[in-house]
């Protein structure tokens, strides 16, 4: 069992958790995942640290409440425990002095984004930040943001509430236009990445992406993770979760994560009766 | 009862047996049309009189040939001799002497291939139901209560931490084999539950879980220690279980994994699995309860699994219990060369997969993201290959389609690379197995393996055999000159 050392709410439908497993924070490094059971009955669910801490064993997460396992997640607090925790998963983000540096976050993305930056940072990058959101709301971590050594942190909204009214792209277009990036980095929701990849492309900039299929294990056991790289299928969970942003197939993608859309609706809604019922 | 070193030895004189003539005693199974509908097991497992009766049939041969047909060389004649004498206590210290999963063994083990090929009543007609006594004397142990079961003795306390990477066959055979050594054994295991195949593979209708769990519990008895969550190359290395985490040596029976697709077009279609994902949704989480449990799997109304081994079989299988209307198993060459088992087979066809023969994929069609069909080649018979079955060669032009809204990919798996990556100093071979000797001695000082990571795909039995004999040489190796 996994102890939850730390709840909070970020907003409405967006939580950042911290659980207590020194074996795991021990080892975790930027863009790294790990795979979460709630109970007998879960699924098992990838999630990328947002946080860790290898002195006090704690690393975090950060999700958006969209189904019945994000769902049951959210009901929890610290006192509580997680069946499985199991990590860190994934290769970690090549982080070097890569010179001028744009890291993207879009969404739940964001909190990916933040060890990103924050590891960029340390190697002595020059980092500029772009965090995207619907509105003010949903903006995360933006005082942790703040706190690191950025050359700029540039926020959007699509609604104008908080920071700059544009998508993402805009402002990263206008970096690139400037000459202004050497590299990006660019974490959200699968149509975001797209685009991002689509606006840094007609400029030559490379550009990572960090991918999130559905997976089962998350050690390259099922393939259920299969995504298209430059025409060939790779392991999201063990090739990735990082990939060349200018190679991947997000049409592909973007349908793979819709398997199961039917059946997660289903069940959400029957713990949301069931949830009723209790209280 | 415990097992003592001296249980291998034979019983005294006793009267001189007459064997029965009679016919191979049939196992008694669920009727095919209801045992396609849920995940009960197939088969019900012999009653006392059945197994006395088929135990009678064994010539107790002077030379017993079974036995070497047996890759843990089992003392097949002493436990059926004991059998035939009503000791069944005795019967399964002879048997675990070899085999500590008798129950699990009983029931996946080819033995048709294997003791059963080779006993001499089969080549006059029926051998002995070697397997299905075997299982019955697992299934009497695991009902007994665990003071009547046979418990192998824990050797004396040798100071020595041994760390098992993997809690499959060879893991669990390993740790067992430590344990009676007197050695401290923990295994790690990257999955939330234990038993490796026999958990995730295999499916509860043919292994019910509750044996492999009761199995694993009898190590625990012993004093194994079992952490889940961990995934060896990641959670710790293999450096750092010896340097910091103060093993003294280490175990890998991570088996070989990784799944295998065509690299056919529409292959990442939504509808197609790999036969592990498909297994692994339905065995080991359950997705047959869903919404009940959370995991969902799609249940395809008309269902092509590809290949021809026990893993298509199992695929197809479920597929059916999951309320498919018809399934297909798509193989290149014909029912003759299917590397199944003649039993699964032959349950398969009973349950009412049909065999579309001498066939290959070549493109998997699909419509908004989803699968609507395959194309397949015809293929016929050629020469024999490396592998002694005749190569199947394509006929030219005669490619058809077969509609269906799920595919599932059963080729075989590989060595999952996740482990040697972070081991550089570990010997791998061109495919990415790892190299040990015939004592599962690495090229890394203190670091055996064995199972599936060592071998390709096998059988439970050579994996577990292969984690005994490593314990034993691990033995040798951490006590050098004490013992
Ligand atoms: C569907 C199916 C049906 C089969 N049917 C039969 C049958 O009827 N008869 C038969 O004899 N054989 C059968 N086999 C083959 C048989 O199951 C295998 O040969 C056998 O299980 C191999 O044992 P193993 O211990 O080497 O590996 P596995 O059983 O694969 O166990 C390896 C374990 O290690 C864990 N692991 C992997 N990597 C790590 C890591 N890095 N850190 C920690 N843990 C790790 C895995 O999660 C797993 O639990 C079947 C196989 C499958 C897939
Ligand atoms: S999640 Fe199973 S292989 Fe990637």
New interface residues.
Partial sequence: MFPIVHARQLSDAVFEMGVHAP??AK?AKAGQFLML?IDE????IPLTFSDWSAEEGWIRFIFMRVG??TH?LSNLGVGDSL???????GVPTHVEDMGRVVVVGGGVGTAVAYPVARAMCAAGAEVTVIVGARNADLVILEDEFRALPLKELIVTTDDGSAGRKDLVTAPLKELCEAGAVDHAMAIGPVIMMKFCAATTREYKVPTVVSLNPIM??G??????C???VDGE?KFGC?DGPDFDGHAVDFE?LM??Q???SD??R??DA?YDRECRCHS | MSLVDDTATPAPEKPRHRPARIPRTPMPERDAAKRAKDFEEVTLGYTEEMARAEASRCLQCKNPTCIEGCPVNIDIKSFIGEMINGDYHAAVAVLKERNALPAVCGRVCPQEEQCEAQCVLAKKGESVAIGRLERWLGDFDLACELEGRCVPVVGEDTGKRVAVVGSGPAGLACAGELRRFGHAVTIFE???ATGGVLTYGIPEFRLPKHIVQAEVGLLEEMGVEIV????VG???TIDELMAEEGFDAVFVGNGA???M?M?IPG??L??V??A??FL??ANL??AY????????I?RGRKVAVVGGGNVAMDAARTAKRLGAEEVFLVYRRTADEMPARKEEVHHAQEEGVEFKMLCSPVEVLGKD?WVTGIVANTMELGEPDASGRRAPVCVMGADFTIDCDTVIMALGTRA???LPKTTPDMELSKRGYIVADENGATSKPGVYAGGDIVTGSATVILAMGAGKRAARAMDEWLMGTAR
Wanted: net charge negative.
């Fill in positions: 074996a795991i080892k059971r009955d879960g699924e098992r019945k396992t049951k069946a499985d925790v199991v990590g860190p998963l089962v294990d050690t390259g056991m099922c393939g259920a299969r995504c298209t299928t063990v592909e349908s793979r819709r398997v199961y059946d997660e289903l069940a029957e | 990257s999955l939330h889940c969550d961990v995934v990641a959670t710790y994994g990784l799944p697709f690299g292959e990442n939504n509808g699995y790999s592990n994902e692994t949704r989480m359950r309860d869903f919404p009940k449990v959370d995991t969902p799609w993201g999952n690379p996740l």
